[in-house]
């Protein structure tokens, strides 16, 4: 095994939200609905875009970076208007309070959706002129609206933010009347940047950053999201991009199209190819800002966060979709008023790519002793009688506090025909000052958490019915890459 420099134990640690499908214009929700004479009525008592998402935001400080990605469809039509409606959302996004803090352009990460191109022009320029336009505006350099495949794809952020963000147009060529009318396509030029951009950051810092792609379109078309008479609407070239993400361990991929908010696990391997071993977590957002909703679904985004633990190859995410309800109990648009946000799915994952649980050693002895031997040898029902069939658990995972590496999750099993204690006092020593301390009434599993940075051998004080106490102990570690170099 492998030794560890304590300093190896350093995590990364960001907060994403993730925003797609906003459609500035005709279809967005934070405009009043048309009247029948088919103009807007007065907007006073409907809140922006801007406004609705900032009460949504005051959450404290995280005390690690917050970004945001941005992915397509800021627009309806591609019109020069709804471009300058979502402009000053994104510069007002950058200036409010997002978790403590005004976050700034620098912290926000934009791809083009289908929408946002001019989807009956046939030549580039005119096609990307005006999403160009805006990226200029907020950027302060040019975009060539004739060369977007030329625009920039990777982000190296690793010293102030810790990231790696790519950027990747699926929305190049769709074109009204063409196969790319409805599919995204990642041309080979952009793949082909994509690797040489991420060969060219150390593989030391690339493989210590938190690393996420941005796309527009689905790069996996599950079943659920496949819409009949559209045919394969995903994005042409997924396979070799997927492989690309794959082969430098990026961690998430963010999109969204569809306004059907998904999340899945990409890590299909073939036995015909040489394949690596971390997951994709992929994220499909709904649509923030679109009254064009699946079953009349709420609109909603992402938020997410990850951490990384480096030398264990082990991540971690919690993605919260939150949702904004707009319909009331009749069925129908509530007063924006009561428009309110809550949480429509939560999941926390964990990820491992190494080998973080040693495997045996094939010259490990084996040993044939007599029943006699092993009888003799054998104290296993003296503990199970000591404890009266109840034995401590732990499982490890990377801790969402900045300030801790790991979280240790403690609970007591139940052996077959166990007297369940009355309650569970857990306690890990003096450089752990936390004692908790869990009720049968409470949780029958006994179940507590400590986060930490360094290992911890923790202790259970079984308290039973006839209030005497047994003490048992479990073993919390630091994982660590124990694949064989």
């Given at each position: 095994m492998p030794s560890v420099n304590p300093t190896d134990h350093m995590t990364r640690q960001v907060v994403i939200v993730h925003l797609s499908d906003i459609h500035f214009g005709e279809k967005h929700r934070f405009n009043p609905p048309k009247t029948p004479s088919g103009d807007r009525p007065a907007r006073t008592g409907y809140p922006t875009a801007l406004e609705k998402l900032t009460e949504d935001l005051k959450h404290a400080d995280p005390k690690c970076p917050v970004i945001f990605c941005l992915t397509g469809d800021f627009a309806e039509y591609g019109k020069t208007s709804e471009f300058g409606e979502a402009e000053v959302f994104i510069r007002g996004l950058s200036d409010t309070l997002a978790f403590g803090s005004k976050r700034g352009l620098d912290c926000m990460f934009f791809v083009e959706g289908n929408h946002d191109v001019d989807f009956a022009a046939t030549d580039l320029r005119s096609k990307h002129a005006a999403y160009a336009q805006m990226m200029a505006n907020l950027h302060k350099q040019h975009y060539d609206a004739s060369a977007p495949h030329e625009w920039p794809v990777v982000h190296n952020r690793i010293k102030d933010l810790g990231v790696v963000v790519a950027t990747l147009n699926s929305s190049i060529y769709v074109q009204k009347d063409s196969p790319d009318a409805q599919r995204g396509n990642i041309d080979v030029q952009q793949l082909g940047s994509l690797e040489k951009e991420l060969k060219a950051i150390p593989p030391?810092?690339?493989?210590?950053?938190?690393?996420?792609?941005?796309?527009?379109?689905?790069?996996?078309?599950?079943?659920?999201?496949?819409?009949?008479?559209?045919?394969?609407?995903?994005?042409?070239?997924?396979?070799?991009?997927?492989?690309?993400?794959?082969?430098?361990?990026?961690?998430?991929?963010?999109?969204?199209?569809?306004?059907?908010?998904?999340?899945?696990?990409?890590?299909?391997?073939?036995?015909?190819?040489?394949?690596?071993?971390?997951?994709?977590?992929?994220?499909?957002?709904?649509?923030?800002?679109?009254?064009?909703?699946?079953?009349r679904r709420d609109n909603c985004y992402n938020r997410i966060s990850i951490k990384w633990?480096?030398?264990?190859?082990?991540?971690?995410?919690?993605?919260?979709?939150?949702?904004?309800?707009?319909?009331?109990?009749?069925?129908?648009?509530?007063?924006?008023?009561?428009?309110?946000?809550?949480?429509?799915?939560?999941?926390?994952?964990?990820?491992?790519?190494?080998?973080?649980?040693?495997?045996?050693?094939?010259?490990?002895?084996?040993?044939?002793p007599s029943p006699e031997q092993l009888k003799a040898d054998d104290h296993r029902g003296d503990e199970y009688t000591r404890l009266r069939g109840n034995l401590p658990c732990v499982e490890v995972r990377p801790s969402l506090r900045p300030d801790q590496g790991y979280e240790a999750i403690v609970w007591v099993c139940e052996h077959k025909g166990a007297q369940r204690p009355k309650s569970v006092t857990w306690s890990a020593g003096p450089k752990f000052p936390k004692i908790v301390r869990v009720n049968r009434d409470v949780d029958a599993r006994f179940c507590a958490t400590f986060d930490y940075w360094g290992s911890m051998l923790i202790q259970a004080a079984m308290m039973f019915d006839d209030d005497t106490v047994q003490h048992a102990f479990v073993y919390a570690r630091i994982p660590d890459d124990c694949s064989e170099d």
């Open positions: 030391d810092d690339l493989h210590g950053a938190i690393k996420i792609a941005l796309i527009h379109h689905h790069p996996v078309l599950i079943p659920e999201l496949a819409e009949p008479g559209r045919g394969y609407d995903a994005v042409l070239n997924s396979g070799k991009l997927l492989s690309i993400l794959r082969r430098h361990g990026f961690h998430m991929i963010l999109h969204g199209h569809k306004h059907d908010p998904y999340v899945f696990t990409e890590d299909a391997r073939s036995a015909f190819r040489v394949t690596h071993q971390n997951p994709i977590m992929v994220a499909a957002g709904g649509s923030f800002g679109s009254t064009e909703l699946p079953d633990h480096p030398a264990a190859s082990q991540a971690r995410m919690l993605i919260e979709t939150v949702g904004l309800t707009v319909i009331d109990e009749d069925g129908q648009e509530a007063l924006p008023s009561n428009w309110t946000w809550k949480i429509l799915r939560r999941e926390d994952l964990h990820f491992l790519k190494g080998e973080c649980i040693p495997t045996r050693n094939p010259r490990a002895e084996t040993l044939q």
